[in-house]
């Protein structure tokens, strides 16, 4: 109860930080709270209060914290905004640093590398709790696809991603996602936006 009261309070937390606050802490206590159910493994290293994992929006919590840098993009951004019709399961999420996937009681997590020159377009969305979690503007979720998924280049293809029609007119910021593409200097990337505002936002 002590730990639970010093920590809780922190949501994510790994073993670097509890030996940073006691250098005799005992790892063997975690595995031991874990197989009790007071605390959920979220990968190796890193754990979390089970009671937290209960919380509103804890899934997207966890993926800005066990990977960082990284923010909530591609895919989980698009049917947050309702972009797209699916319901995704898997939280996707962009990085500098190596792609990689992760598992645990919450769900499937998966990071796309971004060059450092691209990692940008996101917001941070506040907790109630305390903390909070980043998630790529709308049209940076569709700058992150169209860059990391190239197959994306014609006009058939684009309209098998089945953007929301409504969303793509009218609230959809045309200069925002035009001037995304800009500022990462990729010719073809440009030029797939170019397409994708002929096909969706043709009035």
Same mark, same amino acid.
């Given at each position: 109860?002590?730990? @639970?009261?010093?920590?809780?309070?922190?949501?994510?937390?790994?073993?670097?930080?509890?030996?940073?606050?006691?250098?005799?802490? !005992?790892?063997?206590?975690?595995?031991?709270?874990?197989?009790?159910?007071?605390?959920?493994?979220?990968?190796? !290293?890193?754990?979390?209060?089970?009671?937290?994992?209960?919380?509103?929006?804890?899934? @997207?919590?966890?993926?800005?914290?066990?990977?960082?840098?990284?923010?909530?993009?591609?895919?989980?951004?698009? &049917?947050?905004?309702?972009?797209?019709? $699916?319901?995704? &399961?898997?939280? %996707?999420?962009?990085?500098?640093?190596?792609? %990689?996937?992760?598992?645990?009681?919450?769900?499937?997590? &998966?990071?796309?590398?971004?060059? %450092?020159?691209?990692?940008?377009?996101?917001?941070?969305?506040?907790?109630?709790?305390?903390?909070?979690?980043?998630?790529?503007?709308?049209?940076?979720?569709?700058? !992150?696809?169209?860059?990391?998924?190239?197959?994306?280049?014609?006009?058939?293809?684009?309209? $098998?991603?089945?953007?929301? $029609?409504?969303?793509? @007119? $009218?609230?959809?910021?045309?200069?925002?996602?035009? &001037?995304?593409?800009?500022?990462?200097?990729?010719?073809?990337?440009?030029?797939?936006?170019?397409?994708?505002? @002929?096909?969706?936002?043709?009035?």
């Amino acid at each position: 109860m002590q730990f @639970k009261e010093q920590w809780r309070k922190v949501g994510c937390f790994n073993i670097y930080q509890l030996r940073a606050w006691s250098e005799d802490f !005992d790892r063997t206590n975690l595995s031991r709270w874990v197989k009790r159910g007071y605390l959920a493994k979220l990968r190796q !290293d890193w754990y979390a209060f089970s009671d937290i994992l209960a919380e509103p929006d804890a899934a @997207k919590y966890v993926a800005y914290k066990i990977y960082q840098p990284s923010y909530i993009s591609l895919h989980s951004a698009l &049917s947050h905004y309702g972009i797209i019709p $699916e319901v995704v &399961s898997r939280i %996707t999420s962009v990085t500098t640093n190596r792609t %990689t996937m992760y598992s645990n009681a919450l769900g499937e997590y &998966s990071y796309q590398t971004l060059k %450092t020159e691209m990692y940008f377009g996101y917001n941070q969305v506040r907790l109630f709790s305390g903390g909070f979690y980043q998630i790529a503007l709308p049209e940076k979720a569709i700058i !992150d696809l169209l860059y990391l998924y190239p197959q994306y280049k014609t006009a058939d293809a684009l309209l $098998e991603l089945r953007f929301d $029609e409504w969303w793509m @007119k $009218e609230a959809l910021n045309r200069e925002r996602l035009i &001037s995304f593409a800009a500022q990462s200097g990729i010719k073809c990337l440009q030029e797939r936006v170019e397409l994708l505002i @002929k096909i969706y936002c043709n009035d």
